[in-house]
């Protein structure tokens, strides 16, 4: 009886193979769609929308109304640290924190005046998934710099980062680099931190490693 | 003429379809609900952020000291590629708390490669970092 079973099924699965896999095919799809529309637990937010927040322009790159920029070496990624060959430690930015001051509006220079950035985002919201679009330009060259790879670093205070969502980075086109879901837990004035070329260090002066950070406004 | 189709058969056809209807719709389901942005704590890195300080807080000396030690001094001291970010003082990492609180948490150091933090340990520097990083 239970061989006879067996080779029913068998047989029901060789005589309609083709009609099996469209349904489950189809069963699949439907299942998706489904979901896209009925397992968000909570609809889109709807409100006031942040983003940069506007105030004084950055200059921090400009020596007397010169431009001031820092080359970077791709060599100085990973160096020896054999400082009588040319390298410079990097001791930081000369004012404000390690990381330079935190920027308005939606461009500026990172705190060592390697890049230009600037950036874009989806409606900003407290709860909702946001998306960053930052594109980065070499202040030395004026192209974009790509393979940056770049982080971000998002927090309302010292003891308040964003909550971690899974925050992936893309590249595409070249230089251009978006980075989501970013989440913000809470209303005011959060701080989003680029970081470029993480992987390399960030002792020697024209290291690729750099960083540059908005203030993101969070209704 | 065809020959008839068993009846077991078509039987086991007509069990089956509703049958792969549910596993591809649970499937679809879990799949589908699974991508969602991992606020909920579906990624790998975990949102386990004390939401405020406790009662007894960790003791820098005796248990974010060690930590530090272990997991960062290697390149954030003098003599490490991060030499310019040391973090093996109580003062530099005071001055770098919410640098290390973010990169803590959000799982990007120690950085790969290198020995992760344990549970227990992130437990405790997350907390102390909290807790305003008391020099106790």
């Given at each position: 009886m239970r061989m006879a079973r067996w080779l029913a099924i068998s047989d029901a699965v060789a005589v309609r193979p083709r009609q099996g896999l469209v349904a489950a095919g189809g069963s699949l799809?439907?299942?998706?769609?489904?979901?896209?529309?009925?397992?968000q637990s909570t609809?889109?937010?709807v409100?006031?929308?942040?983003?940069?927040?506007?105030g004084a322009l950055d200059v921090h790159c400009q020596d007397s109304g010169a431009p001031r920029v820092q080359p970077v070496n791709a060599s100085s990624c990973h160096p020896t640290f054999d400082m009588a060959g040319g390298g410079q430690a990097d001791m930081g930015a000369s004012t404000g924190s390690e990381y330079g001051e935190t920027l308005y509006n939606d461009e500026g220079n990172d705190d060592e005046c390697k890049y230009r950035v600037k950036f874009t985002t989806t409606p900003v919201r407290k709860g909702s998934a946001v998306t960053f679009t930052a594109t980065v330009t070499s202040l030395a060259t004026n192209q974009p710099v790509t393979g940056a790879m770049t982080a971000p670093e998002v927090f309302l205070s010292e003891t308040h980062p964003a909550p971690n969502s899974g925050a992936d980075t893309t590249e595409s086109p070249p230089g251009t680099?978006?980075?989501?879901?970013?989440?913000?837990?809470?209303?005011?004035?959060?701080?989003?931190r680029f970081h470029f070329f993480e992987d390399c260090t960030d002792a020697v002066e024209d290291s690729p490693h750099g960083h540059v950070a908005f203030y993101v406004n969070v209704p | 003429m065809r020959p008839p189709r068993p009846t077991t058969s078509r039987r086991v056809r007509a069990a089956g379809s509703p049958l792969t209807w549910a596993l591809a719709l649970a499937s679809g389901l879990v799949l589908g609900c699974s991508s969602e942005p991992g606020v909920d704590g579906s990624?790998?890195?975990p949102n386990d952020l004390p939401a405020s300080c406790p009662a007894t807080v960790p003791s820098y000396q005796n248990d974010v000291m060690q930590i530090v030690q272990r997991g960062c001094a290697s390149c954030h001291s003098a003599t490490g590629v991060e030499f310019n970010r040391p973090l093996d003082t109580y003062s530099a990492l005071?001055?770098?708390?919410?640098?290390?609180?973010?990169?803590?948490?959000?799982?990007?150091?120690?950085?790969?490669?290198?020995p992760p933090l344990t549970s227990a340990e992130r437990q405790?520097?997350?907390?102390?970092?909290?807790?305003?990083s008391p020099n106790n």
């Amino acid at each position: 009886m239970r061989m006879a079973r067996w080779l029913a099924i068998s047989d029901a699965v060789a005589v309609r193979p083709r009609q099996g896999l469209v349904a489950a095919g189809g069963s699949l799809l439907a299942g998706l769609i489904l979901c896209a529309t009925g397992c968000q637990s909570t609809p889109d937010p709807v409100g006031p929308v942040g983003g940069a927040v506007v105030g004084a322009l950055d200059v921090h790159c400009q020596d007397s109304g010169a431009p001031r920029v820092q080359p970077v070496n791709a060599s100085s990624c990973h160096p020896t640290f054999d400082m009588a060959g040319g390298g410079q430690a990097d001791m930081g930015a000369s004012t404000g924190s390690e990381y330079g001051e935190t920027l308005y509006n939606d461009e500026g220079n990172d705190d060592e005046c390697k890049y230009r950035v600037k950036f874009t985002t989806t409606p900003v919201r407290k709860g909702s998934a946001v998306t960053f679009t930052a594109t980065v330009t070499s202040l030395a060259t004026n192209q974009p710099v790509t393979g940056a790879m770049t982080a971000p670093e998002v927090f309302l205070s010292e003891t308040h980062p964003a909550p971690n969502s899974g925050a992936d980075t893309t590249e595409s086109p070249p230089g251009t680099y978006v980075i989501g879901p970013v989440m913000f837990d809470a209303a005011g004035k959060w701080t989003m931190r680029f970081h470029f070329f993480e992987d390399c260090t960030d002792a020697v002066e024209d290291s690729p490693h750099g960083h540059v950070a908005f203030y993101v406004n969070v209704p | 003429m065809r020959p008839p189709r068993p009846t077991t058969s078509r039987r086991v056809r007509a069990a089956g379809s509703p049958l792969t209807w549910a596993l591809a719709l649970a499937s679809g389901l879990v799949l589908g609900c699974s991508s969602e942005p991992g606020v909920d704590g579906s990624t790998q890195c975990p949102n386990d952020l004390p939401a405020s300080c406790p009662a007894t807080v960790p003791s820098y000396q005796n248990d974010v000291m060690q930590i530090v030690q272990r997991g960062c001094a290697s390149c954030h001291s003098a003599t490490g590629v991060e030499f310019n970010r040391p973090l093996d003082t109580y003062s530099a990492l005071y001055s770098q708390r919410q640098g290390v609180l973010t990169q803590i948490y959000g799982c990007r150091m120690p950085p790969a490669g290198a020995p992760p933090l344990t549970s227990a340990e992130r437990q405790q520097i997350l907390t102390w970092l909290v807790c305003q990083s008391p020099n106790n």
